[in-house]
């Protein structure tokens, strides 16, 4: 336990005219309500942070959050209801985020209410639901799930239900947006029958309220009906949503379509009805909503699973969303084409989606055709690698092109993926001296990426390989005016001697790093000091100490540049 | 304070995150100690990249390093105006400082007209690194080490590199080697002007709304350039929406390293590439042009403004 006297020091902080000196002070009430003991925490400590409420926002909040330390600080589980009052004046002040924190510390703290003391709690629950101010109502709502599943009483249950019904048809949006936040929650704890019965009715009246804000959070609660009601009630929920997916708002739309997957997953609706909902937000006004709805048509279309369906529902819309006036749309189906794909199987693949693939990947916008050529594994998979070959190839090499470095950062990614697909024959033709081009980019980022992807490519293929390939491109490099590709080519060198024998590296690339490590520039001579040490491990040791060591012992001492020294040093400690 | 501790210190500083202020203090205690041994025009080789205003704009010097490359492995000059406008002044100076402590013939920091104690107070360095410490101590450590930045520096004896620009007091280099730079940012005279001039259409020299420094010419900085055998003057302290610009038949370049100025200004970043060729003889520049980060690379770490200074 902590002495006294810092105790002494933050109950006088607790009132403090410093606003920083009462924060610190109330993120400590545990400590305080310890040295009080349980009986002065009761009987003085709780009723002044009672008075207290009507402070700056931090300090109520961490006040909230604090309140619920005292948990076990109160004197037992029968005097953990006078925490309730503090907490419930907390729950009414003007500021939001400080009535969250206090629901959520009221939400902990009735969890461990014993029995005899819930009355209580319910009717704070209900004083809140009936109170004058949307305030007390919003917080209130936050609750009902809560009180609703710890108390047994059915006239408690049904009060609950009642006072919450009544905020549904409340005349602030903020009441009845918050009835529909809480919905779900509420939904989950109740029997099946109070679902059907008052919440159904609840929740098909929120998506008629005049709000767009009230009916877009209203949406989320479909699923958790659709978890709790029998399959015959189902039918009624869905009716809601699918009346949505023709609202008058882009936002709920958007909504809808981003909560078709979570509903497909659990609903006994047949896929047809998904199918016809799909079709119309794919074809909706609103470019946002056919960006949401084309992505979501990824996962979608794999539980949807029947190319019959997709044939007759999306294929249709597919084409003209390929042409749509919107890049990210574009975009948003370029990377969905590829799930599609998997359903629809070879046949349709080639017939129908070929021809908007290749539309795609000769778009104007650099990020649709990325988005085609991130996901064209998948098309591969089904149909195999030539359908999509020399499309591929161009868009490819226009990319490797691209202004934005960004860009050409995410090809090189994609290469080594392809390169698993392609004959090297064909990649040694097309894409080979592109992976070279990189090598010697501009941007820094992009030389890193490519000698990563020179690495991965060496992998797949073969050391002989890489070695026709690349080292030619080394040596040139090492031989570049500017320093920096110098330098370029000794970071790939360090990076690909694991994949070459000692035989490659002594005869291959060993001279060309001790070329560099004479260089005019210190900054090559360094970097070549630090590779020598990276190939020791790999060369024979009497070799090292013949050859390696003494380059090295020399610029550790002998050059004028104090960083080549440094690292020679450094290199030294790895032979 | 080791190599160990340096590293450290910029491990946590390139990840966004503070230092704390002892460590700072160290950090600016060595610094000064390093710079005060720099001339007013430190003297660089050829191969080093050349860079403008930053403005505590945290993401878009990281977006610099990965097209420019990483310190030490690249050299850089920076021209100045390192804090204030950005949100992340502290971390971009303290990072930059870092690396210079840690390698400092990689690196070359000269002093902006924004590097001193009048200007911070101004435009958010002060403001920030009180709100993010608690106490104006870093603000303090970090104005002292201002005092030290070096006025400019000369690539192979061809490239001359500052902040501003010229300066009617001088017209030899070595005039700029005689003065006592280590002092507060001065209202006039020939340190004032080197870091607030800028060139423009006018002849000879003229008045600037700035309220420091100078308007010069062309005729001036042909007569500059003759004067000191130089081939280009490279400077800052403008924003160019092009990111670099020249002037005057090429003998005076512009370079402006902060993408989306302000977060607002719509404008592409550029760094010059310096290398020689010919056995040093010929002295080559490349421009890299390029955009603030995406949103995707701006992720500050989350942290608690307020430091629990007044703990008991």
């Given at each position: 336990m902590e002495s006294l006297h810092p105790i002494a020091v933050l109950i006088d902080e607790l009132k403090s005219e410093d606003p920083a000196l009462r924060l610190n002070s109330v993120k400590r009430l545990g400590n305080i309500a310890l040295a009080l003991g349980d009986k002065r925490t009761r009987d003085e400590l709780i009723p002044f942070l009672s008075d207290s409420v009507d402070d700056d926002d931090d300090i109520l909040i961490t006040m909230a959050e604090e309140l619920v330390t005292l948990l076990d600080l109160v004197g037992g589980p029968e005097h953990i209801h006078v925490l309730l009052q503090p907490l419930e004046l907390l729950a009414c002040v003007d500021a939001k985020a400080v009535r969250d924190a206090a629901v959520e510390s009221l939400k902990k703290i009735s969890a461990k209410l014993p029995q005899q003391h819930i009355t209580h709690f319910i009717n704070l629950v209900l004083d809140l639901l009936a109170g004058e101010w949307f305030n007390y109502k919003t917080s209130g709502a936050g609750l009902v799930a809560q009180a609703y599943s710890r108390t047994q009483n059915s006239d408690h249950k049904e009060r609950l239900i009642k006072a919450y019904e009544l905020l549904g048809s409340d005349e602030l949006p903020m009441v009845r947006r918050s009835c529909a936040e809480t919905l779900s929650d509420v939904v989950s704890v109740v029997e099946e029958g109070v679902a059907r019965e008052k919440l159904l009715p609840l929740f098909e009246k929120l998506q008629r309220d005049e709000q767009d804000s009230v009916r877009s959070v209203n949406i989320a609660n479909a699923h958790s009906f659709l978890k709790k009601l029998q399959t015959s009630d189902s039918d009624r929920v869905f009716v809601v949503f699918e009346n949505s997916a023709r609202d008058e708002a882009w936002r709920v739309r958007r909504l809808v379509a981003e909560s078709l997957f979570s509903l497909l997953q659990i609903s006994s609706q047949s896929k047809t009805t998904f199918c016809k909902v799909l079709k119309a937000l794919l074809l909706d006004k609103e470019p946002e909503v056919r960006c949401c709805a084309s992505v979501e048509l990824s996962r979608c279309c794999v539980l949807i699973d029947s190319r019959d369906l997709l044939v007759t529902y999306i294929l249709p819309q597919l084409e003209e969303l390929v042409k749509d006036d919107a890049d990210y749309v574009r975009a948003a189906i370029a990377g969905s084409l590829s799930s599609v794909s998997t359903v629809v199987g070879k046949d349709i693949t080639v017939s129908r989606l070929r021809p908007l693939l290749a539309r795609l990947l000769s778009d104007d916008k650099s990020d649709v055709r990325l988005a085609v050529i991130d996901n064209i594994v998948k098309v591969i998979d089904v149909a195999g690698v030539d359908i999509v070959e020399d499309m591929l190839f161009k868009a490819v090499f226009d990319l490797a092109k691209d202004p934005a470095w960004r860009v050409r950062r995410s090809v090189i990614s994609i290469v080594p993926v392809l390169a698993k697909k392609l004959d090297p024959s064909k990649f040694e033709d097309s894409l080979a001296p592109l992976c070279n081009t990189w090598l010697g980019d501009a941007v820094f980022a992009i030389r890193q990426a490519a000698i990563e992807n020179m690495k991965a490519l060496t992998q797949i293929y073969s050391m002989a390989w890489a070695q026709t390939v690349f080292i030619p491109k080394l040596k040139a490099l090492s031989e570049d005016t500017n320093y920096l590709f110098r330098i370029t080519a000794l970071f790939a060198i360090s990076s690909l001697i694991s994949e070459f024998t000692g035989d490659v590296i002594g005869t291959e690339l060993l001279p060309i790093v001790i070329r560099l490590a004479r260089d005019s520039v210190a900054n090559v001579r360094f970097t070549a000091a630090t590779t020598l040490g990276d190939l020791a491990k790999y060369l024979d040791k009497r070799f090292v100490l013949q050859k390696i060591k003494p380059i090295l012992m020399n610029l550790s001492s002998e050059d004028p540049d104090v960083d080549v020294q440094n690292f020679a040093a450094l290199a030294l400690t790895k032979l | 304070m080791g190599t160990g501790d340096l590293d450290k210190y910029i491990a946590k500083l390139e990840r966004c995150e503070l230092i704390d202020d002892g460590e700072v203090k160290n950090l600016c205690i060595k610094a000064r100690e390093i710079l005060s041994k720099e001339a007013n025009i430190v003297m660089v080789d050829g191969a080093v990249t050349v860079c403008g205003d930053i403005h505590g704009q945290f993401f878009d010097l990281k977006e610099l390093f990965r097209v420019g490359g990483h310190c030490p492995h690249t050299n850089y000059v920076f021209l100045g105006d390192y804090v204030d406008r950005g949100s992340y002044s502290v971390e971009t100076f303290l990072w930059l400082l870092a690396l210079k402590v840690r390698y400092p013939s990689r690196m070359t920091l000269i002093r902006g007209n924004h590097e001193s104690r009048q200007t911070t107070q101004v435009y958010g360095f002060y403001d920030e690194s009180v709100r993010k410490y608690g106490t104006v101590k870093v603000w303090r450590y970090c104005t002292q080490v201002f005092d030290y930045l070096t006025l400019s520096a000369l690539v192979s004896n061809s490239v001359f590199c500052v902040h501003g620009g010229l300066s009617p007091s001088i017209s030899a280099l070595d005039e700029i080697r005689?003065?006592?730079?280590?002092?507060?940012?001065?209202?006039?005279?020939a340190m004032s002007d080197l870091l607030w001039s800028d060139p423009d259409d006018v002849d000879g020299y003229a008045a600037s709304t700035r309220g420091a420094g100078y308007l010069f010419g062309e005729r001036i900085v042909k007569k500059f350039c003759d004067t000191n055998d130089l081939s280009l003057i490279a400077r800052a302290h403008q924003l160019v929406m092009e990111g670099y610009k020249f002037m005057f038949d090429k003998k005076l370049v512009t370079v402006w390293s902060c993408g989306n100025y302000c977060y607002r200004c719509g404008n592409s970043a550029a760094i010059m590439e310096l290398f020689c060729t010919g056995s040093g003889s010929v002295l080559n520049k490349y421009f890299k042009v390029f955009q603030a980060a995406p949103a995707s690379d701006r992720n500050p770490p989350s942290r608690k403004v307020t430091p629990d200074y007044y703990l008991v």
């Open positions: - | 005689e003065i006592n730079r280590v002092i507060d940012a001065p209202h006039d005279g």
